[in-house]
């Protein structure tokens, strides 16, 4: 696992073992970056889930603001601090122990909103939807803001509506990338 592009770009990160973490892959994490582009220096970020931090960190290396990274696991949280710090991100990034839903509506109560959020749940929790249902009741992601999401494919497709639309969506294996776009009313 490094870093694909931009600032560090080959790095290699830090990422705990065992079956219970399975990190982005390089070739999906290159594919998800060639499918959302340029990304701007005042983006901001979250990474839901986000076990070594590799995604968040690629947005840093990019060129994004700030990164904030969320997991409910200590010792996957060890290794995003770790991470940063390899890479000089740490004034950039905040670190937060936290399960999903408890950080979307934190982080809605603090009002933070950003222009993407990566979110790469186990599969086993089956959560896409949910995913997408949260972030925008609580209004974290900003207008034309991307929700990139990470799933199995087998997972129950995500319904598009309202103002939310499907604005890529590609198969890797196993893998399900999709990319929804939040338009304002």
């Known amino acids: 696992m490094r870093i694909i592009s931009g600032k560090n770009k080959g790095k290699k990160l830090y990422a705990p073992d065992g079956v219970s973490v399975r990190p982005t892959t390089d070739k999906i994490k290159e594919a998800i970056f060639n499918m959302i582009g340029y990304i701007d220096e005042e983006s901001i970020v979250l990474d839901l889930f986000a076990g070594s931090g590799s995604v968040g960190i690629e947005f840093l290396a990019r060129g994004a603001k700030e990164c904030i990274f969320v997991d409910y696991s200590r010792k996957s949280l060890s290794y995003v601090k770790k991470n940063l710090e390899l890479c000089n991100f740490i004034s950039n990034s905040k670190i937060i122990q936290s399960n999903y839903e408890k950080a979307i509506i934190d982080l809605n109560n603090k009002k933070k909103q950003f222009d993407f959020i990566f979110a790469d749940p186990p599969y086993d929790l089956n959560c896409s939807y ?8 609580y209004n974290i992601l900003k207008p034309d803001g991307l929700l990139i999401i ?3 494919k087998t997972e129950k497709e995500i319904e598009y509506k309202d103002n939310i639309i499907k604005y890529k969506e590609k198969l890797y294996g196993r893998t399900r990338i999709s990319i929804v776009k939040y338009l304002e009313d």
């Open 130 to 137: 949910n995913i997408v249902e949260k972030v925008l009741k």
């Open 150 to 152: 990470e799933g199995d």
